[in-house]
């Protein structure tokens, strides 16, 4: 797991209101990214950064931002949650050209 | 299409069998090629990675790659019941360096005692 931890790992908030979920590593990694799961569609990226305050856009990332002010962090915001981001998230950190070390997972529902 | 198809399965083999997961991808282009194994509730975890034509063997595991036929496979030999997942294939398209990867939506495997 790479030393990665995520938080909160479960959490329920409502429709409208901003969700903040934090990703933490401890491997010194440069590339951190955000990833969805919901059945169906697989594991999708969200955002990703390639070092400290260099981010960009994934596959879905509508709806979403993101923010890496240190190595180690990487924050993922919901700015008004909605029902349509109820999933797992998946923080991931690695390397270039090698595998990705992903993080325990926070569940997310919206209501 | 989808980036990257794979049949979802349930697939099931008896113990001590070789289970076969396929795979296939859209991008001509794409460069390295990974398998994870999720559990149930769990996050994926790296089983292997393959960026050449051919096999490569890690174990009771073997990953094979024919870049022309846009096609990843993975066998497991001596299936145990813990093999029991979800195993997904991922595919690196390279043309970043941010080691992009476009998942499938996963084959869950059953291995039956």
């Known amino acids: 797991d790479a030393g990665i931890t995520q938080s909160p790992r479960h959490k329920v908030t409502e429709t409208g209101t901003p969700v903040t979920l934090r990703c933490h590593q401890t491997?010194?990694?440069?590339?951190m990214y955000w990833y969805r799961q919901d059945p169906g569609h697989g594991l999708r990226l969200i955002h990703y950064?390639?070092?400290?305050?260099?981010?960009d856009k994934g596959e879905v990332s509508d709806g979403y931002s993101v923010s890496r002010s240190k190595t180690e962090d990487f924050l993922l915001t919901l700015e008004s949650a909605t029902s349509s981001q109820t999933s797992v998230y998946f923080c991931a950190t690695g390397e270039v050209y090698n595998e990705q070390f992903f993080g325990p997972g926070t569940r997310l529902t919206v209501l | 299409q989808k980036e990257v198809e794979q049949n979802s399965g349930p697939l099931s083999v008896p113990e001590g069998a070789i289970a076969s997961l396929n795979c296939t991808y859209s991008d001509r282009g794409s460069q390295s090629f990974f398998w994870y194994r999720q559990y149930s509730g769990k996050s994926p975890e790296l089983i292997m990675f393959?960026?050449?034509?051919g096999d490569k063997e890690d174990g009771r595991f073997t990953a094979q790659l024919n870049k022309a036929s846009q096609y990843v496979s993975l066998l497991i030999r001596d299936s145990q019941p813990s093999d029991s997942a979800t195993y997904l294939c991922?595919?690196?398209?390279?043309?970043?360096?941010?080691?992009?990867?476009?998942f499938g939506t996963g084959t869950r495997l059953t291995v039956i005692p």
């Open positions: 950064s390639y070092g400290v305050k260099d981010t």
């Open positions: 991922a595919v690196n398209r390279g043309r970043t360096g941010a080691n992009n990867l476009f």
């Open positions: 491997e010194n990694h440069r590339y």
């Open positions: 393959i960026y050449s034509n």
